[in-house]
């Protein structure tokens, strides 16, 4: 199994493209599923899920090319001309749960779909049924026998949906399946990640007739078909905002291409009220951490507020800034794994239910660290990068998941990094 070995301490200078997002790209390649002609994907990030996903979409027999190159020129063809398996196993869904993407574009185009039901993870339960009931209401039957989902329908009939709590993926799903269903569907409280406004950007390439994306009113009117498309995937916000972090833990200076600053002003709020001197510059972001950082309190939230999946990152901040900060994570009810770790490095963090509590700065000295999940994992480097001495992080694959290479990207940057198998 893959380990890194960090020797912490030193200040990361230089310019790094940010590459494409990963939760974007994954609904976009189950969006191939909803014609029979070619979908081509760019900027397409060289991740784990994504390779995932294209096995996904093979064992349904959907001709893939790629997923090949990185950085701008990733790139992945999908041509889903028949599907001879309108199922997603177990073995896939269990090692990632984006999986239930296919279920909305199964149902929506085939009338059919068998997805195994993904389990709870590190940081919650995270059932589905808000996608299940929302489907059901697009007149799709559901069924749920031996740890499987099965949705039938003959062709879905559009409608008036109101999700009860705002889900991201639930959102894609659902918007993915309405496209061809027959007549309007408006789906109010849906999520407002920039990710989502990408896909409809996809679909409305592919012949889709989607408007209100990036409002919590989505309106959806069902065409009989859709066709090829080409799109490049937005920039990865979390990643940038993980290299911000990386930048002001380490007070040093680097300037972030490729990034898309509108998708991150809750994190860079939050880090310049920390006192982090973030700015635009040519089209990207520049980050130079200096003093101290100051305390500042967090409360994750849905889109547009501070992403739960930058709450790990900002700990690892906490842990250097003078003060008390206190982070609530509001959307997952098990997101601290983290904490016990960075307290084994020396940091100061009582977590009491949805709170952490971090007094800082405390310094952190190097250690033996396990990475729970993938944003865990990101933090953890990030102590790491901060620690004096050898910080060895274990179960490294979580954080290949979604982050393309990212010890030679820190590498190139002045990070003291390695990875090695043991
Ligand atoms: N929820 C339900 N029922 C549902 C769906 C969601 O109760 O049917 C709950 C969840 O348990 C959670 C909350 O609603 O407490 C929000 O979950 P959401 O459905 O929005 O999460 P998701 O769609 O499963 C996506 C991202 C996550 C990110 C969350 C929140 C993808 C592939 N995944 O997950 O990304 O944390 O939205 O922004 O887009 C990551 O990249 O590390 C990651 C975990």
């Known amino acids: 199994m893959d380990k890194f070995r960090i020797e912490g301490g030193h200040r990361l200078e230089g310019t790094l493209r940010v590459g494409g997002a990963k939760n974007a790209a994954l609904p976009e390649m189950a969006a191939c599923l909803l014609t029979g002609e ?4 760019r900027n397409l990030p060289r991740v784990r899920d994504i390779q ?3 096995r996904l979409l093979a064992h349904m027999s959907v001709e893939t090319e790629g997923p090949e190159g990185e950085g701008e020129s990733g790139r992945v063809r999908l041509r889903a001309a028949t599907i001879s398996h309108a199922e997603a196993p177990y073995d896939l869904v269990k090692t990632m749960r984006a999986s239930v993407l296919v279920l909305g574009p199964l ?11 993904p389990g709870g993870c590190a940081i919650g339960a ?3 049924d808000l996608h299940l009931k929302a489907l059901e209401r697009l007149g799709a039957q559901i069924t749920t026998e031996h740890g499987y989902v099965e949705a039938r329908a003959k062709r879905l009939r559009g409608t008036r949906l109101l999700f ?6 639930g959102t894609e799903n659902v918007m993915m399946a309405a496209t061809l269903a027959e007549g309007e569907t408006i789906l109010e409280n849906a999520a407002r990640e920039p990710e989502i406004a990408d896909l409809a950007r996809l679909l409305v390439a592919m012949g889709a007739k989607i408007e209100g994306a990036s409002t919590s009113t989505i309106r959806i009117q069902g065409v009989p078909s859709l066709h090829a498309a080409e799109h490049k995937v937005i920039p990865d916000r979390i990643a940038a905002g993980t290299f911000l972090v990386a930048g002001a833990i380490t007070g040093g200076d680097l300037l972030l291409e490729g990034v898309e600053p509108e998708h991150l002003d809750a994190v860079i709020d939050k880090l310049a009220e920390c006192g982090v001197e973030i ?3 040519g089209g990207g972001l520049r980050v130079r951490g200096g003093a101290h950082a100051q305390a500042a ?3 994750t939230e849905e889109y547009p507020g501070f992403p739960t999946d930058m709450q790990a990152q900002y700990m690892a901040l906490a842990t250097q800034a003078e003060g008390t900060s206190i982070i609530t994570e509001t959307i997952f009810e098990n997101r601290f794994l983290h904490a016990s770790e960075m307290v084994r490095m020396g940091a100061d963090i009582s977590v009491r239910g949805n709170q952490a509590i971090v007094r800082g700065p405390t310094p952190l000295t190097g250690a033996a660290v396990i990475a729970s999940d993938l944003r865990a994992s990101a933090s953890l480097v990030l102590a790491g990068l901060a620690a004096q001495g050898t910080t060895i992080v274990d179960r490294v694959y979580h954080i290949d998941r979604g ?20």
């Open 107 to 117: 149902v929506g185009r085939t009338g059919y779909a068998r997805v195994s039901m």
């Open 38 to 41: 070619t979908i081509e994907l």
């Open 403 to 422: 982050y393309e290479r990212i010890e030679e990207k820190l590498r190139s940057l002045g990070a003291c990094i390695e990875r090695f198998s043991a």
């Open 297 to 299: 309190n967090v409360d």
């Open 279 to 281: 700015r635009r510059e």
């Open 126 to 128: 995270r059932p589905i």
């Open 52 to 54: 995932t996903m294209a």
């Open 164 to 169: 009860d709590r705002i889900t991201v993926t």
